[in-house]
């Protein structure tokens, strides 16, 4: 990489679905972070770290299923996400699928919380026989949220974790990320692009409070008609 | 300020005893919980309308009409109407004939139904919930001030020279609260019209709400009905008040666990914490009621939610000795110590009249002779101009 016009600061969120302590999913994801903040402060950049524990969100959790109600530390993890530059994302697979924990989680997001967001995937397991978990499933769900994997997916089973390959792939994870933030790709999606994804009122962890007024549904709202009169040749009324 | 319970109309195994009521039952429950809304000093029953068990209340104005007959204040209304699945033009006339019954002790709440089966059993779609909502009212709002309607739109077939029957009691439309909780779109409507916002304030933190209505009364203003605070918002609430706290918890905890649409999820500290739900003593319930008008601004009308999740009839009836005689005076002391000069009173029919007419005898419609049909001749009224020539008769 080249060096950096103006040095930024950067915010990267690490989100762990690991609940042993010390986690290997933890441990995994923490590695991927250091390459990329060592990568990005090499390169005169600025970096925050903040971590999610999911284990630590496990209470309130039920209620984010069943009622979308975001309890406080829900809120804050959210807070985080919606102003992240860069996500670490790992979880431990259990019964060939990234743990119910951490797909919970991303299935109660706003589908426009991680719009462009680069993100590392990382998954751990005790077999390398769940070794597409990452590519597979996890990534599908990153692009039903479009927010953007980086093209290496990390995945360590037992063996893994003696095996020189696995530190050149968080190296490669790590250096694409680190390019994907530094490119702004989801801050110049924001700018540019914004509008041509579906919103709700409130969406994207509630900052996404724009309202416009000047809608088919708000002329309708306002006594005006869907219907287009002059798209019927036979209607004679606006000739 | 008006305070009022409003039901689901629910039908739900009570989780303590193990018992359900039987439609019969809780149809009959209803009605006794309607009359003791009154007897404690309430001033509105609100009723919701579903299509599907384990819900009862199918026509609301059948059952409305009927606490009309049975009460003599109490101001009947709906939690909510569904102004998408009904057609609008029977929206019209039935409400009209139960502002008739009630001699305007009446109003309704619109809303959307969030179901989406129910959607075709009335020939609709839940894609266009929203298209729907906003062009059924669009027409409900004509065939209510004009006596004679031509109307084309997407959702239902077009009327010629349609006229809805009755006219609206002294020929001022029943008040229209439009219910909506996530939806600019709707509370764009209630603004464009002047009509009421209502917020059912019971699943989300308040800031939630709060969005929304700051929005229907910046827009109530920019539609020219007046400054924001005379905006007229309305707001739901669940509360669940015993002598004690701890009695109230350990009663209410139960009901709370297994209550439909939250219940197996929150803790019911955590949901109190985060939601305006209240469970405590008199005092409690009040002190937490106070916190919506800090956030939410002086509002017109307050809806509890009581009647829920199973709890039985007497435990109903034992709510609303507690909300009548020991909370809502408080309230509406506390509220109308607090409240903004220049705020806009709680609707009700005879101010509508007055509004309208002044010290004026308000329109009476006198029909004319049958014609045979609704079209030919003009006016279908005695007292109104015809736009279209009527030729005398032999």
Same mark, same amino acid.
């Given at each position: 990489?080249?060096?950096?016009?103006?040095?930024?600061?950067?915010?990267?969120?690490?989100?762990?679905?690991?609940?042993?302590?010390? $986690?290997?999913?933890?441990?995994?994801?923490?590695?991927?972070?250091? #390459?990329?903040?060592?990568?990005?402060?090499?390169?005169?950049?600025?970096?925050?770290?903040?971590?999610?524990?999911?284990?630590?969100?496990?209470?309130?959790?039920?209620?984010?299923?069943?009622?979308?109600?975001?309890?406080?530390?829900?809120?804050?993890?959210?807070?985080?996400?919606?102003?992240?530059?860069?996500?670490?994302?790992?979880?431990?697979?259990?019964?060939?699928?990234?743990?119910? @924990?951490?797909?919970?989680?991303?299935?109660?997001?706003?589908?426009?919380?991680?719009?462009?967001?680069?993100?590392?995937?990382?998954?751990?397991?005790?077999?390398?026989?769940?070794?597409?978990?990452?590519?597979?499933?996890?990534?599908?769900?990153?692009?039903?949220?479009?927010? @953007?994997?980086?093209?290496?997916? @990390?995945?360590?089973?037992?063996?893994?974790?003696?095996?020189?390959? @696995?530190?050149?792939?968080?190296?490669?994870?790590?250096?694409?990320?680190?390019?994907?933030?530094?490119?702004?790709?989801?801050?110049?999606?924001?700018?540019? $692009?914004?509008? #041509?994804?579906?919103?709700?009122?409130? $969406?994207?962890?509630?900052?996404?409070?724009?309202?416009?007024?000047?809608?088919?549904?708000?002329?309708?709202?306002?006594?005006?008609?869907? #219907?287009?009169?002059?798209?019927?040749?036979?209607?004679?009324?606006?000739? | 300020?008006?305070?009022?319970?409003m039901?689901v109309?629910?039908?739900?195994?009570?989780?303590?005893?193990?018992?359900?009521?039987?439609?019969?039952?809780?149809?009959?429950?209803?009605?006794?919980?309607?009359?003791?809304?009154?007897?404690?000093?309430?001033?509105?029953?609100a009723?919701g309308e579903?299509?599907?068990?384990?819900?009862?209340?199918?026509?609301?104005?059948?059952?409305?009409?009927?606490?009309?007959? /049975?009460?003599?204040?109490?101001?009947?209304t709906t939690s909510t109407t569904l102004i998408t *699945?009904?057609? %609008?033009?029977?929206?019209?006339?039935?409400?009209?004939?139960?502002?008739? /019954? *009630?001699?305007?002790?009446?109003d309704l709440m619109l809303g959307r139904g969030n179901?989406?089966?129910?959607?075709?059993?009335?020939?609709?779609?839940?894609?266009?919930?929203?298209?729907?909502a906003?062009?059924?009212y669009?027409?409900?709002?004509?065939?209510?001030?004009?006596?004679?309607?031509?109307?084309?739109?997407?959702?239902?077939?077009?009327?010629?020279?349609?006229?809805? *029957?009755?006219?609206?009691?002294?020929?001022?439309?029943?008040?229209v609260w439009h219910g909506s909780i996530r939806t600019?779109?709707i509370a764009?409507q209630a603004?464009?019209?002047?009509n009421g916002y209502f917020a059912n304030n019971i699943?989300?933190?308040?800031?939630?709400y709060?969005?929304l209505i700051?929005?229907y009364?910046?827009?109530?203003?920019?539609?020219?009905?007046?400054?924001?605070?005379?905006?007229i918002v309305g707001l739901g609430?669940?509360? !669940?008040?015993?002598?004690?706290?701890?009695?109230?918890?350990?009663? !209410?905890? %139960?009901? !709370?666990?297994?209550?439909?649409?939250?219940?197996?999820?929150?803790?019911?500290?955590?949901?109190?914490?985060? *939601?305006? /739900?209240?469970?405590?003593? %008199?005092?409690?319930?009040?002190?937490?009621?106070?916190?919506?008008?800090?956030?939410?601004?002086?509002?017109?009308r307050?809806l509890?939610?009581?009647?829920?999740?199973?709890?039985?009839?007497?435990?109903? /009836?034992?709510?609303?000795?507690?909300?009548?005689?020991?909370?809502?005076?408080?309230?509406?002391?506390?509220?109308?110590?607090?409240?903004?000069?220049?705020?806009?009173?709680?609707?009700?029919?005879?101010?509508?009249?007055?509004?309208?007419?002044?010290?004026?005898?308000?329109?009476?419609?006198?029909?004319?002779?049958?014609?045979?049909?609704?079209?030919?001749?003009?006016?279908?009224?005695?007292?109104?101009?015809?736009?279209?020539?009527?030729? %005398?008769?032999?």
């Amino acid at each position: 990489m080249t060096t950096p016009v103006t040095p930024e600061t950067y915010r990267l969120v690490v989100v762990s679905a690991g609940v042993s302590d010390p $986690s290997s999913t933890r441990l995994l994801a923490d590695r991927a972070t250091q #390459r990329a903040v060592a990568i990005l402060e090499s390169r005169g950049h600025t970096v925050t770290v903040t971590a999610i524990d999911l284990r630590e969100l496990l209470p309130e959790l039920p209620q984010a299923l069943s009622s979308q109600l975001m309890g406080p530390r829900f809120t804050k993890a959210i807070e985080h996400l919606q102003a992240a530059d860069g996500i670490i994302a790992a979880a431990p697979v259990y019964k060939a699928a990234a743990s119910g @924990l951490f797909s919970s989680f991303f299935q109660v997001l706003d589908n426009d919380l991680l719009i462009g967001k680069p993100v590392i995937l990382a998954a751990t397991a005790g077999t390398a026989r769940h070794a597409l978990v990452v590519d597979e499933e996890m990534r599908s769900l990153f692009a039903y949220l479009r927010a @953007l994997p980086v093209p290496t997916g @990390l995945f360590a089973s037992t063996e893994d974790w003696t095996d020189k390959a @696995l530190g050149t792939r968080i190296d490669r994870a790590a250096t694409e990320l680190a390019i994907l933030v530094e490119s702004g790709f989801a801050r110049k999606v924001r700018d540019d $692009s914004w509008a #041509r994804y579906q919103h709700t009122y409130g $969406s994207a962890g509630g900052t996404e409070l724009d309202i416009d007024l000047d809608s088919d549904m708000m002329r309708l709202a306002t006594g005006g008609s869907l #219907r287009d009169a002059a798209a019927d040749p036979f209607d004679l009324r606006d000739s | 300020m008006q305070f009022g319970i409003m039901s689901v109309s629910d039908i739900t195994r009570d989780p303590v005893t193990g018992y359900t009521p039987s439609e019969a039952e809780r149809i009959d429950a209803i009605r006794q919980i309607a009359v003791k809304a009154e007897e404690v000093g309430l001033d509105v029953f609100a009723i919701g309308e579903h299509h599907n068990p384990p819900f009862f209340s199918s026509s609301p104005t059948t059952l409305l009409a009927h606490i009309g007959a /049975l009460t003599e204040r109490l101001i009947l209304t709906t939690s909510t109407t569904l102004i998408t *699945t009904n057609d %609008p033009v029977r929206i019209a006339e039935e409400y009209a004939m139960l502002q008739h /019954l *009630t001699k305007g002790r009446m109003d309704l709440m619109l809303g959307r139904g969030n179901t989406a089966p129910v959607y075709p059993w009335f020939g609709q779609d839940i894609r266009q919930g929203l298209p729907l909502a906003l062009e059924n009212y669009n027409l409900l709002h004509r065939l209510w001030r004009e006596d004679v309607v031509d109307w084309e739109g997407n959702f239902r077939g077009p009327l010629q020279g349609f006229t809805s *029957t009755p006219r609206p009691l002294d020929d001022v439309p029943p008040f229209v609260w439009h219910g909506s909780i996530r939806t600019p779109e709707i509370a764009e409507q209630a603004a464009y019209y002047g009509n009421g916002y209502f917020a059912n304030n019971i699943f989300w933190p308040k800031e939630h709400y709060k969005r929304l209505i700051d929005f229907y009364r910046r827009r109530f203003e920019a539609h020219g009905h007046g400054a924001q605070k005379e905006a007229i918002v309305g707001l739901g609430g669940q509360a !669940f008040i015993a002598k004690s706290s701890q009695d109230a918890r350990d009663q !209410f905890r %139960p009901y !709370f666990n297994e209550a439909p649409v939250y219940g197996n999820g929150p803790r019911m500290e955590d949901f109190e914490e985060m *939601t305006p /739900l209240s469970v405590g003593s %008199p005092q409690e319930v009040i002190d937490k009621t106070l916190t919506f008008r800090e956030a939410f601004g002086d509002y017109q009308r307050q809806l509890f939610l009581v009647d829920h999740a199973g709890l039985p009839l007497n435990v109903v /009836l034992e709510q609303l000795e507690l909300l009548g005689g020991e909370v809502v005076p408080v309230l509406r002391k506390e509220l109308d110590a607090k409240r903004e000069p220049g705020t806009a009173e709680a609707p009700t029919h005879a101010a509508l009249v007055k509004a309208k007419y002044g010290d004026a005898e308000p329109r009476q419609p006198r029909p004319n002779a049958n014609r045979g049909d609704n079209v030919t001749g003009g006016s279908p009224y005695q007292d109104s101009e015809s736009s279209v020539a009527a030729y %005398p008769s032999m």
